[in-house]
């Protein structure tokens, strides 16, 4: 195991992998199939994606496990095979990755709100630990905590993957603009209140993802930084902000126009940068391309 933190205070802007569910989905991922059943059903294409970003020039990869929690995965009657599922995405990315970079394992929302009390604390608790304990089994650097909108949650999320596993811990949160030109989750949750409460909970890495192409994570990354001028945040943005063409959703954003915004990010305060929904290796491979020629 890496440690992500020490790799940081070298000084260089490290740079992520970009989207898992769009690449998936170009191999024959259906609408409805399980994505995390592919690590065991798929494990070569699974494999290719996650080698696909290393050699676009990634510094680190994440596991094909976002929605590997056993509340998320039992919308597919595979509850039970949680640790299963986690362990085998975090190998296949290992192996990828090799012994020179990092993998990052991924842990999304379980899609339940605690506030409704349709679950208990302790449930949501015991489900993160499963999937913390399985990542780091199988290999994984860090836990990526990432696209939460509840600071509850998010702050479980942190909490149960530090008592079961001894990564380094990142946690993101999506953001959107509010017509009043403010950033909030879909629960009203600002920059700054997320880094404070994930901070607080154990979160060694802060950040965003999703939600916004790299020009609205340079608005982002600047509210974080009014409140924490220390902590390591990460970013992996969307190829820009979806829109339907000829019935179809895209993102319109090349790699090109991705990397044009990379100077603007890294004055920002981003210390990893990496794409969401709508990248692939060749959105990786300008914005490497062009971190390092800085």
């Known amino acids: 195991m890496k440690s992500l933190l020490a790799a940081l205070k070298k000084g260089a802007v490290l740079v992520s992998d970009g989207a898992w569910g769009t690449q998936l989905h170009t191999r024959g991922l259906k609408s409805g199939e399980c994505p995390e ?17 290393i050699d676009a020039g990634a510094d680190m990869i994440e596991t094909n496990s976002f929605g590997g929690s056993p509340s998320k995965l039992g919308h597919y009657g595979l509850q039970d095979r949680a640790a299963e599922l986690n362990a085998a995405a975090a190998a296949i990315s290992r192996e990828a990755a090799g012994d020179d970079h990092f993998v990052l394992g ?4 379980t899609g339940v709100i ?23 089994k199988g290999g994984v650097d860090a836990l990526c905590i990432e696209t939460m909108a509840a600071v509850d949650e ?25 017509a009043a030109g403010e950033y909030r989750t879909m629960m009203g949750v600002s920059p700054a209140e997320m880094a404070r409460a994930v901070k607080e909970a154990g979160a060694d890495i802060i950040g965003t993802n999703c939600g916004n192409g790299l020009e609205g994570m340079i608005d982002v990354v600047r509210e974080i930084r009014k409140t924490d001028q220390s902590t390591p945040v990460l970013v992996h943005a ?46 990786i491979r300008a914005l490497a391309d062009t971190i390092r020629k800085r």
């Open 37 to 53: 059943l592919w690590n065991i059903t798929h494990r070569t294409d699974v494999y290719g994606v996650a080698k696909g970003y």
């Open 114 to 136: 605690l506030l409704t009390g349709e679950v208990t604390e302790a449930t949501l608790r015991e489900g993160f630990r499963i999937q913390a304990k399985a990542l780091e």
């Open 154 to 178: 998010a702050c479980l999320a942190v909490r149960a993957a530090r008592e079961s596993a001894g990564c380094e811990i990142i946690c993101t949160f999506t953001f959107e603009k509010t």
């Open 238 to 283: 969307n190829a820009g902000k979806p829109v339907l063409r000829n019935g179809v959703t895209v993102f319109p954003e090349t790699p090109e126009m991705m990397a044009s915004k990379v100077g603007d990010l890294i004055e920002a305060g981003a210390d990893i940068i990496g794409g969401c929904c709508g990248t692939g290796p060749e959105h």
């Open 106 to 109: 991924s842990m999304g929302p």
